[in-house]
């Protein structure tokens, strides 16, 4: 089983940054894709960025492109989302996934191929 723990969301102004963490129980043994979602009440859970544990298949949602950076240290079994220029429409809670297989690019921000999730961090951006 492999668990997964976000933390360093928070409360930011709009334009400000927040660097998300999440520590991995079973970082490359047990895991091939991984990504960062979010989900603001009232909608669905959306993508935001997907990376492969070797550090290949780098994607990004539209809406955060140029705005965030998803990366990893495999040594430290941590996964990463740094993001800059913040909107209030970024606002949501955050989660990190993983996924024992390699998911191609067209699923690749979607939730269904993922098999572990965190609990959430939130972020709040206020304008």
């Known amino acids: 089983q492999v668990q997964l723990v976000e933390s360093g969301g928070g409360s930011v102004q709009a334009g400000g940054s927040l660097r998300l963490s999440c520590a991995v129980s079973?970082?490359?043994?047990?895991?091939?894709?991984m990504g960062w979602f979010r989900q603001a009440p009232g909608k669905e859970r959306e993508g935001v960025a997907h990376?492969?544990?070797?550090?290949?298949?780098?994607y990004y949602a539209d809406s955060v492109k140029g705005r965030f950076t998803i990366s990893q240290d495999n040594a430290k079994n941590t996964l990463y989302l740094q993001m800059n220029s913040l909107k209030p429409e970024d606002t949501a809670m955050y989660y990190c996934?993983?996924?024992?297989?390699?998911?191609?690019?067209?699923?690749?921000?979607?939730?269904?191929?993922?098999?572990?999730w965190g609990q959430g961090t939130q972020v709040t951006v206020s304008s």
């Open positions: 996934a993983a996924s024992r297989r390699p998911i191609r690019l067209a699923l690749m921000l979607t939730t269904t191929f993922y098999d572990y």
């Open positions: 079973a970082y490359t043994s047990s895991t091939v894709s």
């Open positions: 990376i492969y544990t070797s550090g290949s298949g780098v």
